[in-house]
């Protein structure tokens, strides 16, 4: 059984056809869905919000993609125990939409990033990073320009102590709290992560470190078939 996976796509999205062929390459059905629907497809294991710069970014990166009609279907899908993908502006559209914690803002030096970042897995406990070894060092490539993520202390606390962190910059490019690159929702179904693994999913990319978390994805179908 394959894996069934819903990409969202916003005006303004430009990693939507790249989280499709990355999902496509690991043996996913892919649907695009456009961000003025109200509802998902039925049957989906993975809904995936992609990077880009939906609606231009404007008044604050993901806040106007956040009211999409779609999101409240995400939201719906989420807070039914589906599984749920956010990189980069999808990161920012998932906080916006108030299923993870925390805020994404400038970056330390005022100025976009864009480079191929080492990053520490910092769990493997999840449907997301069960491919990867606890304290392995990957490599994504980072795009953005408000990826600092800041949190209160009592939420950084508890990302923490609820192992949450998923990955952590190696070396922070960005100023991040705990140089915090991507984190889990409470049941571990919902990650949002600023680097791209959908650009390292191929030789030509420059690595497939990448390839690894969608591959582990295929588990889902095969979990919602049993």
Not at 30 to 49: N, Q, R, S
Not at 140 to 157: K, Q, S, W
Not at 178 to 203: F, K, Y
Request: charged share 20%.
């Amino acid at each position: 059984m394959s894996l069934r996976a819903g990409v969202i796509v916003f005006p303004g999205s430009n990693c939507d056809r790249d989280l499709a062929v990355a999902l496509r390459g690991a043996g996913a059905d892919v649907t695009m869905v456009w961000h003025k629907e109200t509802g998902l497809p039925a049957g989906l294991d993975l809904v995936a919000v992609p990077g880009g710069f939906s609606f231009g970014d404007y008044l604050r990166c993901g806040a106007i993609a956040a009211r999409s009609p779609v999101m409240r279907a995400v939201a719906d899908f989420a807070g039914a125990g589906g599984h749920v993908l956010g990189v980069c502006n999808g990161f920012q559209v998932l906080i916006e939409a108030g299923l993870l914690p925390g805020a994404l803002m400038r970056n330390a030096g005022i100025r976009f990033v864009c480079a191929t970042s080492a990053l520490e897995v910092a769990t493997a406990d999840s449907p997301f990073t069960r491919a990867y070894r606890k304290g392995e060092t990957v490599r994504f490539p980072i795009a953005h320009h408000d990826g600092n993520y800041v949190a209160d202390p009592a939420v950084l606390a508890r990302l923490e102590g609820e192992d949450r962190i998923a990955f952590r910059y190696a070396e922070n490019p960005n100023g991040s709290a705990d140089s915090i690159a991507g984190i889990l929702s409470p049941n571990r179904r919902v990650l949002g992560l600023m680097p791209h693994p959908e650009r390292a999913v191929d030789p030509a990319h420059g690595g497939t470190d990448g390839a690894r978390l969608f591959a582990g994805l295929g588990a889902l179908a095969a979990l919602a078939g049993a």
